[in-house]
Structure formats: C-alpha cells, structure tokens
Antibody, heavy 118, light 112 residues
Framework: EVQLVESGGGLVQPGGSLRLSCVAS????????MSWVRQSPEKGLECVAN????????FYVDSVKGRFTISRDNAKNSLFLQMNSLRSEDTAVYYC???????????WGLGAMVTVSS | DVVMTQSPLSLPVTLGQPASISCRSN???????????LSWFQQRPGQSPRRLIY???NRDSGVPDRFSGSGSGTDFTLKISRVEAEDVGVYYC?????????FGPGTKVDMK
C-alpha cells in the first residue's frame, strides 16, 4: 500500500524548535522528489519546502528560509523537516507529499499538527 | 509568486446535477517544455487533499469519470457532470510551473 506517515507534531513555544518525520512505503522513495505542504485556516495550502531524490537540491518558500531545513534518509525511506525559530504563523497541519512532475502532488500523508503558542 | 483565484468560493449543489469551478492564474501556466502544470485537488471533510486532475485534464487512477478538467493559459475549469453525495468537500487548483507552487483559496462544495 502506498503510504506516507508523519510524526513529530505538537505544541511548541514561539522561538522553539520541532522536527517532523515522514516514513514512506509502497513506492520508490529514493527516486522521488518530496515536499512538505502546510495548511492553516489563515493561509490555506502552502508548499514550504521541496527536496530532490538524492537530497542535494533543496528549495524553500521565502517565509521559512533560514529557519526550516528539509532532509531525507533514503536508506530508511524517511523525510524530515527541522523547524527552528518557530512563529505563531507557522501553526498549521504539515503534510508530507510526493512531488512528481512539477509539484503535481500525488501522494499525501495524514498530516501532523504543529501549534506554536505560549 | 503566481496568484491563483477560484470562483465561486462556495457552491451549493444538487444531487445528480452538474457543477463547475473556475480557476484563474495571474500568469500563463504553460511551461517552456510545452506542458501546463495545473492540478486539481479534492479535500473531503476530515481528510487530506487528494489529487484528481494533473496537467489540466489528466484524471488520476480511481477518479470517477464524472470529473473533468479543461482550460489553457490562465483560465481553467473543473467540472462534475453529475454530483454525488461523496463529492462534498473543498476543491483546490494549483499551479506547479513556478516555485513555489501555489494553490487557489478553495471552493467549498456542499449539498443544497
């Protein structure tokens, strides 16, 4: 079964850090571009980071540059998002997604809730 | 960033009747490779988004053929030929031509 399962969400204070993980199964993870997409009532759906199959190419939306880092471990079929200097506006559900063919996101995880609040 | 707009934002529908959602971009979405990277997603209540259509008009495996996508340039349409109860949810268009990919605000489809 094709599946993406996120973990690591939670409540964190402004300025704090959190690391999201995503485990993939049922498809060739090591050959897939991957992204993190977040969803909040205020901003809707927003793709925040994108990563090439070998991990060498990383792309970020301006609002998270310098604060978030996307990475992967192909041996463990895992994708990560390290989030530092978190702000209230980072509060959202974060989805791990497969990113084929110019961001035509075809596989979505169940999502991990991140809440940034004091 | 490319700005995506949708209309209407709310669409009350009747079972068995057709429905149509419009999506517009503020820039043309045709890529230099000749493809147009416009996708449609459905998000049912309490679920993750699910891709329905990619490259304007290509329906994903398992998507009922009552869903169809069309359009070109900056104007695109998602049509449901005969609405069924399971079609309730929010529908999003998204452009993938440029980084960052950007989504429309969503169209909420519910039963009259």
């Amino acid at each position: 079964e094709v599946q993406l399962v996120e973990s690591g969400g939670g409540l964190v204070q402004p300025g704090g850090s959190l690391r999201l993980s995503c485990v993939a199964s049922g498809f060739s993870f090591s050959h897939s571009w991957m992204s993190w997409v977040r969803q909040s009532p205020e901003k809707g759906l927003e793709c925040v980071a994108n990563l090439t199959p070998d991990g060498s190419g990383k792309f970020y939306v301006d609002s998270v540059k310098g604060r978030f880092t996307i990475s992967r471990d192909n041996a463990k079929n895992s994708l990560f998002l390290q989030m530092n200097s978190l702000r209230s506006e980072d509060t959202a559900v974060y989805y791990c997604v497969r990113d084929p063919d110019y961001h035509a996101f075809d596989i979505w995880g169940l999502g991990a809730m991140v809440t940034v609040s004091s | 960033d490319v700005v995506m707009t949708q209309s209407p934002l709310s669409l009350p529908v009747t079972l068995g009747q057709p429905a149509s959602i419009s999506c517009r971009s503020n820039q043309g979405l045709i890529h230099s490779d000749g493809n147009t990277y416009l996708s449609w997603f459905q998000q049912r209540p309490g679920q993750s988004p699910r891709r329905l259509i990619y490259r304007v008009s290509n329906r994903d495996s398992g998507v009922p053929d009552r869903f169809s996508g069309s359009g070109s340039g900056t104007d695109f349409t998602l049509k449901i030929s005969r609405v069924e109860a399971e079609d309730v949810g929010v529908y999003y268009c998204m452009q993938g031509r440029d980084w960052p990919p950007t989504f429309g605000p969503g169209t909420k489809v519910d039963m009259k």
